[in-house]
């Protein structure tokens, strides 16, 4: 089991900066790969961005490719998100997730993802 507390939302302007984390705790030592999901209000929760268990491999939503950059720091079991050039559009609910069973993967489908944080609101104003 793993449980995921994320950190690091707000609100900022357009064409401002966040940066998220989501730390990791789980109860056996594995391997996992980590993503970011999103949603907003009224709509389904998209992928945002995902990362395979060593950082060797990610993968990003056409949406946020070249302004969001995903990382992880192994040792300190924490994934991060670094969001640039903020738009209103990329206000949501950010959460970030665990896929157990497939650590050299960076899938885009939610359901692929065994655990999940509670999210962080994540504001952009125009």
């Known amino acids: 089991q793993v449980q995921l507390v994320e950190s690091g939302g707000g609100l900022v302007q357009a064409g401002g900066s966040l940066r998220l984390a989501c730390a990791a705790a789980?109860?056996?030592?594995?391997?996992?790969?980590m993503g970011w999901f999103r949603q907003a209000p009224g709509k389904e929760r998209e992928f945002v961005a995902a990362i395979n268990w060593n950082g060797g491999k990610t993968d990003y939503a056409a949406s946020v490719k070249g302004r969001f950059t995903i990382s992880r720091d192994i040792a300190e079991n924490t994934l991060f998100l670094q969001m640039n050039s903020l738009k209103p559009e990329d206000t949501a609910v950010y959460y970030c997730?665990?896929?157990?069973?497939?650590?050299?993967?960076?899938?885009?489908?939610?359901?692929?993802?065994?655990?999940w944080g509670q999210g962080t609101q994540v504001t952009v104003a125009s």
């Open positions: 789980a109860r056996s030592r594995g391997t996992y790969a």
């Open positions: 997730a665990v896929d157990w069973t497939s650590p050299w993967g960076t899938s885009n489908w939610a359901s692929e993802y065994e655990y």
